[in-house]
T-cell receptor, first 110, second 115 residues
C-alpha cells in the first residue's frame, strides 16, 4: 500500500461546478500538506500549503486537513476551464522531503 | 528564460546507453532535486543535494547517479539505460527558508524513452 493514495481520475465537471479532490495517507507523522497543480507538458507548481489540521482558503481554492482521519481535500469553487490540470497532493514531516500522491486529472468543460 | 532549465526536453535512446540529463537554475537556491514521474505513481525522489558538497539518495536511486557541478547545476546520469527507466524526469529546486512550506520549483521536465 502506498503512503499517499489519490484517485487518478480523470474527473470531468462542467464549468462553474464545485470540485472536490482528495488524498488519504497512512503516515501519522506527516505535518505539512500541500497541493501542486501541473498543467500538461509543464512542471508542477505549488498551489496551496497547510500546516497540521484545519482549513485554508485562497480565492476559489480551499484546502482542508483532517489528521484524525488522515484525509486531505482541495475544493475548487466556480471551476473554470483554466483549472483543467493534474492536481498532486504532497506531504512531509521534515520540510522538503515530500511524499507525493499519484495525481488526479481534472477536466473542466466549458 | 525559465528559472529551472532542463536539457534535453526529449530523448530517445537504446538499452545499455549512457544518458545524462542536465539541470541549471537561476533562482539562487541551495537545494536541488531529481524526481521521476510515472502515470499513477506521482513524483518519486531519485537524488537530492542541499549544497555543492552534499549528495543524498532518494527513494529510487538504483541505476542512477548524480553530480552537483556548481550551486546552479545538478545533473542526473543513467549509466546503462533500461526500458523501465522510461519516464518523465523533473529537476526541482528549493530554498532553505521554504523548508517548511515544501515549495519546490520545477523545471519543465525531460521525457526519456529507452527502447
Amino acid at each position: 500500500q502506498k503512503e499517499v493514495e489519490q484517485d487518478p481520475g480523470p474527473l470531468s465537471v462542467p464549468e462553474g461546478a464545485i470540485v472536490s479532490l482528495n488524498c488519504t495517507y497512512s503516515n501519522s507523522a506527516f505535518q505539512y500538506f500541500m497541493w501542486y497543480r501541473q498543467y500538461s507538458r509543464k512542471g508542477p507548481e505549488l498551489l496551496m500549503y497547510t500546516y497540521s489540521s484545519g482549513n485554508k482558503e485562497d480565492g476559489r481554492f480551499t484546502a482542508q486537513v483532517d489528521k484524525s482521519s488522515k484525509y486531505i481535500s482541495l475544493f475548487i469553487r466556480d471551476s473554470q476551464p483554466s483549472d483543467s490540470a493534474t492536481y498532486l497532493c504532497a506531504m512531509s514531516n521534515a520540510g522538503n522531503m515530500l511524499t507525493f500522491g499519484g495525481g488526479t486529472r481534472l477536466m473542466v468543460k466549458p | 528564460d525559465a528559472d529551472v532549465t532542463q536539457t534535453p526536453r526529449n530523448r530517445i535512446t537504446k538499452t545499455g546507453k549512457r544518458i545524462m540529463l542536465e539541470c541549471s537554475q537561476t533562482k539562487g537556491h541551495d537545494r536541488m532535486y531529481w524526481y521521476r514521474q510515472d502515470p499513477g505513481l506521482g513524483l518519486r525522489l531519485i537524488y537530492y543535494s542541499f549544497d555543492v558538497k552534499d549528495i543524498n539518495k532518494g527513494e529510487i536511486s538504483d541505476g542512477y547517479s548524480v553530480s552537483r557541478q556548481a550551486q546552479a547545476k545538478f545533473s542526473l546520469s543513467l549509466e546503462s539505460a533500461i526500458p523501465n527507466q522510461t519516464a518523465l524526469y523533473f529537476c526541482a529546486t528549493s530554498d532553505f527558508s521554504d523548508r517548511d512550506t515544501g515549495e519546490l520549483f520545477f523545471g519543465e521536465g525531460s521525457r526519456l524513452t529507452v527502447l
